[in-house]
């Protein structure tokens, strides 16, 4: 019932920022977690930051102090502030909505986009 469109993701040297933005269409009575995962070469998807209904955050150790999660309510979007940038944040980053719509729980992943930090 929900799409989910990424994008901002690119090259970038260590040290840089990028601004990732996922749009989401469809509807939703509400959410309970927006969150972008990260999945790099020979390594399992991981959680980066979440954002709750509530407005509480939470990020993986690797990222804390350098990214920042935020939602934009009118604009059906949430982003991924990445500074500080790494080499080892090199990673397709998805997406991702956990929802509750008319009574039911629902989830959906976006497409990725890639993120490239070089050194």
């Known amino acids: 019932q929900v799409q989910l469109v990424e994008s901002g993701g690119g090259v970038v040297q260590a040290g840089g920022s990028l601004r990732l933005s996922c749009a989401a269409s469809g509807s939703i009575s509400s959410f309970n977690t927006m969150g972008w995962y990260r999945q790099a070469p020979g390594k399992q998807r991981e959680l980066v930051a979440a954002?709750?209904?509530?407005?509480?955050?939470n990020y993986a150790d690797s990222v804390k102090g350098r990214f920042t999660i935020s939602r934009d309510n009118a604009k059906n979007t949430v982003y991924l502030q990445m500074n500080s940038l790494k080499p080892d944040d090199t990673a397709v980053y998805y997406c991702h909505l956990d929802y509750w719509f008319r009574g039911s729980r629902f989830s959906s992943w976006g497409q990725g986009t890639q993120v490239t930090v070089s050194s």
């Open positions: 954002i709750t209904s509530a407005g509480s955050t």
